[in-house]
């Protein structure tokens, strides 16, 4: 159990008690009648995400999932037996914690299921924590514009709000996956900036990080490399440096190697960031 969830199971039987004490106190029976209902239904709220992910994890993982992960993660098919559990765990929980909706004529299947999540679990598969915030994943069919429509002129492929939902589109998020090392996934792109966001800034600075004024320093540095067109980065990474290190991140799970080789202090912050080395012997 963890602490959150220990202190949820205190403070609301323990407010209930109140309830009764004052019941009793005064020689009434509606407190008591009030607080019984209010502790079913607390407890009923509090235990109904720990239920079901526990549901989740007693299920085989589906072979139908696997066989997306083994089609297209990379990342998965390179781990070992434990690690590739580990991954499908991660996987299993999410899908089990997130709420799915769909736009248009997108249909919620397996493969979607498992590729809009895929992201997480390689972006936080070394890390030892879960996102901070409970997130509906919105799927779109196509590209989309900043007002949600769906054009000939649409360009954005996908989207995270700071405490809302996580926008991709259909197309865009198979392509990312489909496409293994082109350093462009949609998908790592739109998870690596919930990792950003888990401290409550969205300024390319990831949680767990030792140094961060080694991380201000560098990302300036290389932000102006961007902009100068002398990265190896695509260009939308000029955009700030949430956008800076959401492209890094893309290239550091896709295409490490020209990234090592041409941005060796940047691709050393990842390796922080991430607590893994892709290209570790």
Same mark, same amino acid.
């Given at each position: 159990?963890?602490?959150?969830?220990?202190?949820?199971?205190?403070?609301? $039987?323990?407010?209930?008690?109140?309830?009764?004490?004052?019941?009793?106190?005064?020689?009434?029976?509606?407190?008591?009648?009030?607080?019984?209902?209010?502790?079913?239904?607390?407890?009923?709220?509090?235990?109904?995400?720990?239920?079901?992910?526990?549901?989740?994890?007693?299920?085989?993982?589906?072979?139908?999932?696997?066989?997306?992960?083994?089609?297209?993660?990379?990342?998965?098919?390179?781990?070992?037996?434990?690690?590739?559990?580990?991954?499908?765990?991660?996987?299993?929980?999410?899908?089990?914690?997130?709420? &799915?909706?769909?736009?248009?004529?997108?249909?919620?299947?397996?493969?979607?299921?498992?590729?809009?999540?895929?992201?997480?679990?390689?972006?936080?598969?070394?890390?030892?924590?879960?996102?901070?915030?409970?997130?509906?994943?919105?799927?779109? $069919?196509?590209?989309?514009?900043?007002?949600?429509?769906?054009?000939?002129?649409?360009?954005?492929?996908?989207?995270?709000?700071?405490?809302?939902?996580?926008?991709?589109?259909?197309?865009?998020?198979?392509?990312?996956?489909?496409?293994?090392?082109?350093?462009?996934?949609?998908?790592?792109?739109?998870?690596?900036?919930?990792?950003?966001?888990?401290?409550?800034?969205?300024?390319?600075? $990831?949680?767990?990080?030792?140094?961060?004024?080694?991380?201000?320093?560098?990302?300036?540095?290389?932000?102006?490399?961007?902009?100068?067109?002398?990265?190896?980065?695509?260009?939308?990474?000029?955009?700030?440096?949430?956008?800076?290190?959401?492209?890094?991140?893309?290239?550091?799970?896709?295409?490490?190697? $020209?990234?090592?080789?041409?941005?060796?202090?940047?691709?050393?912050?990842?390796?922080?960031? &991430?607590?893994?080395?892709?290209?570790?012997?």
């Amino acid at each position: 159990m963890n602490g959150r969830l220990a202190l949820q199971l205190f403070f609301g $039987p323990l407010a209930a008690g109140g309830l009764a004490w004052l019941g009793v106190d005064r020689g009434k029976t509606w407190p008591l009648i009030a607080a019984g209902v209010f502790l079913v239904v607390y407890v009923a709220l509090v235990l109904r995400r720990p239920l079901r992910r526990r549901r989740a994890l007693a299920k085989p993982f589906p072979e139908a999932w696997r066989t997306v992960l083994e089609r297209n993660v990379v990342f998965y098919t390179e781990l070992d037996a434990a690690g590739r559990a580990h991954f499908e765990k991660n996987v299993q929980l999410m899908v089990a914690d997130l709420d &799915f909706e769909a736009v248009g004529d997108v249909a919620l299947d397996d493969e979607l299921l498992v590729l809009s999540v895929a992201g997480a679990a390689v972006i936080f598969h070394h890390l030892g924590i879960e996102p901070k915030v409970r997130r509906t994943i919105l799927l779109y $069919p196509d590209n989309f514009d900043d007002e949600y429509d769906s054009s000939k002129h649409a360009d954005i492929l996908g989207m995270v709000h700071r405490q809302g939902p996580i926008v991709f589109s259909r197309r865009a998020l198979k392509n990312g996956w489909n496409r293994k090392t082109d350093a462009s996934n949609v998908c790592i792109h739109e998870w690596a900036h919930v990792l950003d966001l888990d401290d409550g800034f969205a300024d390319g600075v $990831p949680v767990l990080v030792d140094d961060e004024a080694k991380w201000d320093e560098i990302l300036a540095e290389e932000l102006e490399r961007v902009r100068r067109g002398r990265s190896a980065l695509r260009q939308y990474a000029g955009t700030n440096r949430a956008e800076l290190f959401a492209c890094a991140a893309e290239a550091f799970f896709e295409k490490p190697e $020209p990234l090592k080789k041409k941005h060796a202090e940047l691709y050393g912050l990842l390796v922080e960031a &991430f607590r893994y080395d892709p290209l570790a012997d």
